[in-house]
């Protein structure tokens, strides 16, 4: 693959040269930052405990604008390395960069390092471009196809645009302005010379951009208004999407339109990657085509909508649920699909990773206690599906009978009664938990309480002898209990059939691989109130970053929990309406509760997951008890 990064001169570590010292003396010379400001900024970032770069700090600082670091960056050649650069100015991560070298550095053939950012989706082809334009003291371009002479273009052999990657743009006064991918490419510099005289001028664009203006040339668009894009190449691009997104376990599928372009993210172990940009006139087709497959208004384009895709994958025989939501912005539409598997893989309760004591109470319980309502709370995300399928699961035997209420019904479970809610031919939820009770059901599984209603009928059912399995959205645990207050629920009634929250995030799992010994560092230790002696035991890591993990030092999610379950004295303080720090501090004496964070806690101190995750992801709600104490409350 060729691109803009083959411009650059790269595998070599950066020298003395301190970057943002460079930058900040450029602004100096431009007038747009003093002396004693700089001196301040460097005192400010040594003080930080957080590590920032000295660019990062001016600009918080507010001594001036990202317009004047530009502009003065265009008007001055910067020696510094590329990785460098790109780290200071804030568009790359020094572990990114590292990641980027190590890939670099181990892979078979000699790619340039903005070769292997773009590959791997760290950085944007067209951002990209721009630094590399800072760099060598080139314009920046961003080629559009309105943009070009086409009669420069008609004095240049087609095949040449391809062979040199240029495309001429404008002629002012005698001077042809040229649009290039590589300027270090000598021979395509002396082939524009030859071609358009000795007074060609040069700016930086994408490679991709040069072949994307060419082909919407050669269709005769210059609007942008797709409607040139054919129909098969549309379908090939959402199903190439669907394949890849299936191929790389992915959870959601964001497709966005952007100012220049169309930009195709998927969420991966909870966190958004690039995946690729196509050309901005591709969205409306895009967007239709998914609407096609959604089942959604076509026509409708100014309000949002919703929709559902099952995809068969034409390379493994998968078949793929799609929950699709389209957003209407500023740019156009943008499309969020989630990824529900039909494989119907679903974990057993023991592997879900709860702890061994923990998992054991809440079988015990909980689960297994004959009524009563049982609550996973978390936000979006945190796998508090995936849990609940687990526990019907466990519950579903011939003895029993198992009723759902689902939006959408995620994994087909044999033996259990599932319903999935449709709203466009009167299902819809409501109606449906009218008619759940008389189905004669043991256990009622209602996807979401979503409202006062959902909760009033979860609450009947309980007091009526059955058990209800469902899910809320909150923070943690007594959030859970606090929110149902607030839908109106009487306290006693929340004390009388409430048996069980389960609190729950997702954590990202240190790659086994690549995995090192991690020491904290002070800071880390200031923000969870730990001293030396509470660690003692602790065996913290971190993920080094190797082809198994992409070079992100992780693979995979695990889960963290907190439960709390309702004895006699944690049910009087709900009786007695007390706050929330209380009802927690209950539940911690009394029942034994380890919260979110300290399980988090204990998690890192066993090296699955980060300690930077773990303190950054998880709510903190008092100080954590000493690692050595949670790991026995846990049976770890």
Same mark, same amino acid.
């Given at each position: 693959?060729?691109?803009?990064?083959?411009?650059?001169?790269?595998?070599?570590?950066?020298?003395?040269?301190?970057?943002?010292?460079?930058?900040? &003396?450029?602004?100096?010379?431009?007038?747009?930052?003093?002396?004693?400001?700089?001196?301040?900024?460097?005192?400010?970032?040594?003080?930080?405990?957080?590590?920032?770069?000295? *660019?990062?700090?001016?600009?918080?600082?507010? @001594?001036?604008?990202?317009?004047?670091?530009?502009?003065?960056? =265009?008007?001055?050649?910067?020696?510094?390395?590329?990785?460098?650069?790109?780290?200071?100015?804030?568009?790359?991560?020094? %572990?990114?960069?590292?990641?980027?070298?190590?890939?670099?550095?181990?892979?078979?053939?000699?790619?340039?390092?903005?070769?292997?950012?773009?590959?791997?989706?760290?950085?944007?082809?067209?951002?990209?471009?721009?630094?590399?334009?800072?760099?060598?003291?080139?314009?920046?371009?961003?080629?559009?196809?309105?943009?070009?002479? +086409?009669?420069?273009?008609?004095?240049?052999?087609?095949?040449?645009?391809?062979?040199?990657?240029?495309?001429?743009?404008?002629?002012?006064?005698?001077?042809?302005?040229?649009?290039?991918?590589?300027?270090?490419?000598?021979?395509?510099?002396?082939?524009?010379?030859?071609?358009?005289? !000795?007074?060609?001028?040069?700016?930086?664009?994408?490679?991709?951009?040069?072949?994307?203006?060419?082909?919407?040339?050669?269709?005769?668009?210059?609007?942008?208004?797709?409607?040139?894009?054919?129909?098969?190449?549309?379908?090939?691009?959402?199903?190439?999407?669907?394949?890849?997104?299936?191929?790389?376990?992915?959870?959601?599928?964001?497709?966005?339109?952007?100012?220049?372009?169309?930009?195709?993210?998927?969420?991966?172990?909870?966190?958004?990657?690039?995946?690729?940009?196509?050309?901005?006139?591709?969205?409306?087709?895009?967007?239709?085509?998914?609407?096609? $497959?959604?089942?959604?208004?076509?026509?409708? +384009?100014?309000?949002?909508?919703?929709?559902?895709?099952?995809?068969?994958?034409?390379?493994?025989?998968?078949?793929?649920?799609?929950?699709?939501?389209?957003?209407?912005?500023?740019?156009?539409?943008?499309?969020?699909?989630?990824?529900?598997?039909?494989?119907?893989?679903?974990?057993?309760?023991?592997?879900?990773? $709860?702890?061994?004591?923990?998992?054991?109470?809440?079988?015990?319980?909980?689960?297994?206690?004959?009524?009563?309502?049982? *609550?996973?709370?978390?936000?979006?995300? !945190?796998?508090?599906?995936?849990?609940?399928? !687990?526990?019907?699961?466990?519950?579903?035997?011939? !003895?029993?009978?198992?009723?759902?209420?689902?939006?959408?019904?995620?994994?087909?479970?044999?033996?259990?009664?599932?319903? &999935?809610?449709?709203?466009?031919?009167?299902?819809?939820?409501?109606?449906?938990?009218?008619?759940?009770?008389?189905?004669?059901?043991?256990?009622?599984?209602?996807?979401?309480?979503?409202?006062?209603?959902?909760?009033?009928?979860?609450?009947?059912?309980?007091?009526?002898?059955?058990?209800?399995?469902?899910?809320?959205?909150?923070?943690?645990?007594?959030?859970?209990?606090?929110?149902?207050?607030?839908?109106?629920?009487?306290? @006693?009634?929340? %004390?009388?059939?409430?048996?069980?929250?389960?609190?729950?995030?997702?954590?990202?799992?240190?790659?086994?691989?690549?995995?090192?010994?991690?020491?904290?560092?002070?800071?880390?230790?200031?923000?969870?109130?730990? &001293?030396?002696?509470?660690?003692?035991?602790?065996?913290?890591?971190?993920? =080094?970053?190797?082809?198994?993990?992409?070079?992100?030092?992780?693979?995979?999610? *695990?889960?963290?929990?907190? $439960?709390?379950?309702?004895?006699?004295?944690?049910?009087?303080?709900?009786?007695?309406?007390?706050?929330?720090?209380?009802?927690?501090?209950?539940?911690?004496?009394?029942?034994?509760?380890?919260?979110?964070?300290?399980?988090?806690?204990?998690?890192? %101190?066993?090296?699955?997951? &980060?300690?930077?995750?773990?303190?950054?992801?998880?709510?903190? *709600?008092?100080?954590?008890?000493?690692?050595?104490?949670?790991?026995?409350?846990?049976?770890?």
């Amino acid at each position: 693959m060729e691109t803009v990064g083959s411009a650059v001169e790269t595998g070599r570590k950066d020298g003395a040269v301190d970057s943002g010292l460079e930058i900040a &003396s450029m602004l100096i010379k431009s007038g747009y930052l003093g002396k004693e400001q700089l001196g301040y900024a460097q005192r400010v970032k040594e003080k930080l405990l957080t590590p920032r770069t000295l *660019i990062a700090v001016m600009l918080e600082l507010n @001594f001036f604008t990202r317009d004047q670091l530009r502009e003065t960056l =265009r008007h001055n050649i910067v020696s510094v390395k590329l990785g460098a650069l790109l780290v200071e100015l804030g568009y790359l991560k020094p %572990a990114e960069l590292q990641a980027a070298l190590g890939i670099q550095r181990d892979g078979g053939h000699a790619k340039m390092l903005g070769e292997v950012l773009v590959e791997q989706r760290f950085i944007e082809e067209y951002t990209l471009a721009e630094v590399i334009a800072y760099q060598l003291g080139y314009p920046y371009l961003e080629l559009e196809p309105e943009l070009v002479d +086409r009669n420069l273009l008609s004095r240049m052999p087609q095949h040449w645009i391809a062979q040199h990657s240029f495309i001429p743009v404008k002629e002012e006064k005698g001077r042809v302005l040229v649009a290039i991918a590589d300027p270090l490419n000598a021979e395509a510099r002396r082939t524009a010379e030859k071609l358009f005289g !000795s007074g060609t001028t040069f700016a930086i664009t994408t490679l991709k951009g040069i072949r994307e203006t060419v082909s919407t040339l050669k269709r005769g668009v210059l609007q942008g208004d797709g409607t040139a894009t054919d129909e098969h190449t549309v379908t090939g691009i959402v199903n190439s999407i669907f394949e890849e997104a299936l191929r790389e376990g992915v959870s959601d599928i964001h497709i966005e339109p952007m100012r220049a372009a169309l930009r195709v993210r998927f969420r991966r172990d909870g966190m958004l990657t690039l995946y690729k940009d196509f050309p901005k006139e591709l969205a409306m087709p895009v967007s239709s085509r998914i609407k096609i $497959m959604a089942e959604a208004d076509i026509a409708e +384009r100014r309000r949002h909508q919703d929709g559902r895709i099952c995809y068969e994958s034409a390379k493994c025989g998968q078949v793929l649920d799609l929950r699709v939501s389209f957003y209407v912005t500023i740019y156009g539409e943008k499309t969020v699909l989630r990824l529900l598997s039909k494989k119907g893989d679903l974990l057993d309760l023991k592997d879900i990773g $709860m702890p061994a004591r923990m998992l054991e109470r809440f079988t015990d319980d909980a689960l297994d206690t004959p009524s009563g309502v049982l *609550i996973v709370t978390g936000p979006t995300g !945190s796998g508090k599906t995936s849990t609940l399928y !687990s526990c019907v699961r466990h519950l579903n035997d011939p !003895s029993s009978c198992i009723v759902t209420v689902e939006e959408p019904v995620e994994y087909v479970i044999e033996g259990v009664a599932q319903c &999935s809610i449709n709203q466009k031919i009167g299902v819809t939820f409501d109606e449906t938990l009218r008619h759940i009770v008389r189905q004669d059901p043991d256990i009622i599984v209602l996807g979401e309480i979503r409202d006062s209603f959902s909760a009033e009928t979860a609450i009947q059912a309980a007091l009526t002898g059955h058990k209800v399995l469902t899910t809320f959205h909150t923070e943690d645990s007594v959030g859970g209990l606090l929110r149902l207050m607030n839908m109106n629920i009487e306290a @006693f009634l929340i %004390a009388s059939t409430v048996v069980c929250v389960l609190a729950q995030r997702l954590l990202r799992r240190i790659c086994p691989d690549c995995r090192e010994p991690y020491l904290p560092t002070p800071a880390e230790l200031r923000r969870i109130g730990y &001293s030396n002696q509470e660690l003692r035991g602790a065996e913290f890591s971190v993920g =080094r970053g190797c082809p198994k993990c992409r070079y992100s030092g992780y693979r995979g999610r *695990i889960g963290v929990f907190e $439960m709390l379950i309702l004895n006699e004295i944690v049910k009087d303080a709900i009786l007695s309406k007390k706050t929330s720090y209380e009802i927690r501090r209950i539940s911690t004496e009394t029942t034994g509760m380890v919260t979110l964070l300290e399980s988090g806690l204990c998690k890192a %101190a066993q090296g699955m997951v &980060s300690l930077q995750d773990t303190v950054r992801l998880l709510p903190r *709600i008092g100080k954590p008890r000493p690692i050595q104490e949670i790991r026995h409350l846990l049976g770890e």
